[in-house]
């Protein structure tokens, strides 16, 4: 851990923050993150900062996937000094996640505010580095250890109905426009028997639900309990056999690491939900060598089949990237005639955007922005044409609802489908139950349903 003696201006290092926030910007393997810095700092007696007020600790869990999403972290670091300028005292702001990584040394030279910088492997000495910025010690820690950080973590105590289990990070597969090979290393494994007793953990704090994260979620390898070795599918069947654990999911899968077990576990374990995030990116061969995804459109679609054929009315969904550098408007139309093919329940689709030092921010025939944005627009309006089309599917048909918070209208509660459709109903439930509904028409967020 590097340390740097210098005392961000306008701070006075009186006592130790009493209060915190941790807000997590990007994937949900950052929001897991978030959650596990918090757990550490309630640990160490600080409490979570009320709603609206500000806290004497604040951790900007950062993402770097996308420009715009890193530049945020600046203007975040500005408002926060802000704010403790009026208020007379300046938090502790500590940058985390995976801009962190990626730029932690430029962030410590532009942002004096900022007294910690912490990467995405290595934040369980984030107490450590409280305390020193307490003493009046900046640190930068972005070391990354391959997996010494789930076993310094804290046991779980808390849990929402629907929870994360992180059981595999980083990624080996280097797409030519990602970042994530470079902020999150080198694809590990979680073991086995770590996972169980902390879905075991989860399921006691009160979770009913329980989605697996990973970069390369399928990529999960492990030995079961029988010194057997075991691919995703095997640690599914595992978490099927806790009692009181009614839902799994898993995310984010690639096309490349999909094996047969996986693919029958969805006809075999009533408790894996229908639904399966799988990315595609493009429908055009050409764009997806040059983006090195190692699958083509027609081998994407082939093993989609078989997943519907082991579930039959699964959900899916994807991510696109329009304007690779490149890519022609017929191979643009490419990924629309894939798009119909498939007919996404869900989708999150994004222009290109150039990564510092990735192999696709070097290519030639970068794509204007008016090109992008226009595609981008023809295929979102493919895509939430698709989504409506899904949802009018379901509509009528019963399932039951995980209750996860209040509506905004009295007596109103909204949880997930096992589609993952967000379900809004009147009735008599609390956060964590599981009710039973038929679902009615849906909006462009959220479908209706009706306690049966
Ligand atoms: N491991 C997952 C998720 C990666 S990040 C996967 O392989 O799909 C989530 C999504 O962000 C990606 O699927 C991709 O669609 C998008 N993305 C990643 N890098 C991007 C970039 N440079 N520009 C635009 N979108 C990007
Ligand atoms: Fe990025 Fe590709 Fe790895 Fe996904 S598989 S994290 S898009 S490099
Ligand atoms: Fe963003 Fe890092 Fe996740 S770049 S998408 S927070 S892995």
Not at 216 to 223: D, I, P, Q, R
Not at 228 to 255: C, F, K, M, N, Q
Not at 268 to 276: G, I
Not at 435 to 452: D, F, H
Request: charged content about 25%; glycine content about 10%; hydrophobic content about 40%.
């Amino acid at each position: 851990m590097a340390e740097i003696d210098i005392l961000p201006a306008n701070r006075t290092s009186a006592d130790g923050p009493k209060t915190y926030r941790v807000k997590s910007f990007g994937c949900q393997m950052n929001v897991y993150d978030g959650e596990r810095m918090a757990e550490m700092l309630d640990e160490r007696g600080i409490l979570p900062a009320a709603e609206g007020e500000d806290a004497d600790l604040v951790v900007l869990n950062t993402c770097h996937i996308r420009e715009k999403a890193a530049e945020k972290v600046y203007s975040d670091i500005g408002r926060l000094e802000k704010a403790g300028r009026k208020a007379g005292k300046a938090p502790l702001i500590a940058v985390a996640g995976c801009v962190a990584q990626a730029e932690g040394e430029e962030i410590m030279a532009r942002a004096p505010a900022v007294s910690m910088v912490v990467g995405p492997q290595a934040y369980h000495r984030l107490p450590a580095m409280v305390d020193a910025a307490v003493a009046g010690q900046r640190s930068t820690d972005t070391d990354m250890p391959a997996d010494a950080k789930f076993a310094a973590l804290p046991r779980r105590r808390k849990s929402a109905p629907s929870a994360f289990l992180t059981v595999q990070e980083g990624c080996d597969k280097f797409c030519t426009y990602c970042v994530v090979p470079y902020t999150r290393g080198a694809e590990i494994s979680r073991p086995y028997a770590a996972l169980v007793e902390e879905a075991e953990r989860l399921v006691e704090a009160g979770a009913r639900e329980i989605t697996l994260l990973g970069q390369n979620v399928n990529a999960w390898t492990g030995s079961d309990d029988k010194g057997r070795s075991v691919g995703l599918a095997g640690l599914i069947h595992a978490l099927d056999r806790i009692g009181g654990l009614e839902r799994i999911r898993y995310t984010t899968s690639h096309p490349a690491d999909m094996d047969d077990a996986l693919i029958a576990a969805h006809g075999e374990v009533a408790k894996l939900m229908p639904y399966l995030h799988l990315p595609v990116q493009s429908g055009n061969d050409r764009v997806l060598r040059a983006m090195n995804r190692s699958h083509t459109a027609e081998g994407y679609l082939r093993l989609l089949e078989r997943f519907r054929a082991a579930r039959p009315g699964m959900a899916i969904s994807g991510d696109f990237i329009v304007g690779f550098p490149g890519e022609t408007e017929a191979e643009f139309a490419d990924t629309l005639s894939l798009v119909a093919e498939v007919g996404y329940a869900a989708a999150f689709s994004f222009k290109y955007s150039p990564r510092p030092g990735t192999p696709a921010a070097a290519m030639d025939g970068q794509v204007a922005e008016e090109v992008m944005d226009e595609r981008l627009q023809r295929l979102q309006a493919a895509l939430q044409r698709d989504s409506r089309a899904f949802n009018h599917s379901k509509s009528g048909e019963t399932c039951d609802v995980l209750v996860e918070r209040k509506g905004r209208r009295e007596g109103q509660w909204i949880g997930k489908s096992p589609w993952l459709q967000s379900v809004h109903f009147y009735g008599d439930a609390a956060i964590g139950d599981m009710v039973r509904v038929t679902l009615g028409e849906a909006g462009p967020n959220s479908a209706a349903g009706t306690p049966v």
